[in-house]
T-cell receptor, first 110, second 115 residues
Framework: DAKTTQPPSMDCAEGRAANLPCNHS???????VYWYRQIHSQGPQYIIH???NNETNEMASLIITEDRKSSTLILPHATLRDTAVYYC???????????FGAGTRLFVKA | NAGVTQTPKFRILKIGQSMTLQCTQD?????MYWYRQDPGMGLKLIYY???????DKGEVPNGYNVSRSTTEDFPLRLELAAPSQTSVYFC??????????????FGPGTRLTVL
């Protein structure tokens, strides 16, 4: 499975959009981009995933570049409860060795 | 659905002791995983299973054993506990992986300290 690169930390003002970038330049054609987050010491929580097209759900939007070498997770109106570590993962369908890197620590400030 | 449950929540072991971390899921998922997370780090895969009776090693399997006799349960066994096994352990499960990929659902974790 391809590796990902994320900034170690980011700040965001409450109510503003949080845009979290991820580089996955070695991604292959059958690999999906997944985003999870981990609030404090809880178990990671699934947010969204995509293959080629942009995706949106009730939590976030995922923008994947046309060459699929990078993506951005967008939290449209960040709240204090969105303060967490966000993990960008690349994994193929049925892939077992999912690699969770250090992620991006997002601080949402009032 | 309760989702993925783990017991115990906390445990302190002495060096050389053994214990089993329990993990149960009620979503009828075929795939189950064990991860460990050291302070300030990401998760590392210890073992995984693709179905009852089938298990395989992940990134950091040394010092651990697993079994999968039922779809629901995936216990993790620590033999001869060492301080290096002090960590938070997460169990996860996922669908078969067909179609849209294998979204993982995580349990709340077991915080283990080995002294």
């Amino acid at each position: 499975d391809a590796k990902t690169t994320q900034p170690p930390s980011m700040d965001c003002a409450e109510g503003r959009a949080a845009n979290l970038p991820c580089n996955h330049s070695t991604i292959s054609g059958n690999e999906y981009v997944y985003w999870y987050r981990q609030i404090h010491s809880q178990g990671p929580q699934y947010i969204i995933h995509g293959l080629k097209n942009n995706e949106t759900n009730e939590m976030a939007s995922l923008i994947i570049t046309e060459d699929r070498k990078s993506s951005t997770l967008i939290l449209p109106h960040a709240t204090l409860r969105d303060t967490a570590v966000y993990y960008c993962i690349v994994s193929r369908t049925g892939g077992f060795k999912t690699i969770f890197g250090a992620g991006t620590r997002l601080f949402v400030k009032a | 659905n309760a989702g993925v449950t783990q017991t115990p929540k906390f445990r302190i072991l002495k060096i050389g002791q053994s214990m089993t971390l329990q993990c149960t899921q009620d979503m009828n998922h075929n795939y189950m995983y064990w991860y460990r997370q050291d302070p300030g780090m990401g998760l590392k895969l210890i073992y995984y299973s693709v179905g009852a009776g089938i298990t395989d090693k992940g990134e950091v399997p040394n010092g651990y054993n697993v079994s999968r006799s039922t779809t629901e349960d995936f216990p993790l066994r620590l033999e001869l506990a060492a301080p290096s096994q002090t960590s938070v352990y997460f169990c996860a499960s996922s669908y078969s992986g067909a179609g849209a990929g294998d979204t993982q659902y995580f349990g709340p974790g077991t915080r283990l300290t080995v002294l």
